[in-house]
């Protein structure tokens, strides 16, 4: 069975950064696109960046320039780098891989909180 684990995330001020991580059970992640997702307190699950197999990237309009998407084909993981951010950027960040078939593989998430 297939499992996608996120990490990463944390407690940052305004303006701080940090690195989520997104990794796999099997070696899947350099195959198939790979999405995160995030969704905060009452609001609904929204993209925020994709990198597909051939690693080219595409990007919520809200999150350009501030989040860059990336791979590491070798180490089986996906990282979402996120800079610069804001207390609407405060949500449980989720990865999710396109599979084969139409058959959708996501993980438990990881929390980002921003606050001073």
């Known amino acids: 069975q297939v499992q996608l684990v996120e990490s990463g995330g944390g407690l940052v001020q305004p303006g701080g950064s940090l690195r989520l991580s997104c990794t796999a059970s099997v070696n899947l992640l350099s195959l198939y696109a790979v999405n995160w997702y995030r969704q905060a307190p009452g609001k609904q699950r929204e993209l925020v960046a994709t990198i597909d197999s051939g690693s080219n990237t595409d990007y919520a309009d809200f999150v350009k320039g501030r989040f860059t998407i990336s791979r590491d084909n070798a180490k089986n993981m996906v990282y979402l780098q996120v800079d610069s951010l804001n207390d609407e950027d405060a949500a449980v960040y989720y990865c999710?891989?396109?599979?084969?078939?139409?058959?959708?593989?996501w993980g438990q998430g990881t929390q980002v909180t921003v606050s001073s």
């Open positions: 999710k891989v396109d599979g084969e078939g139409g058959k959708d593989y």
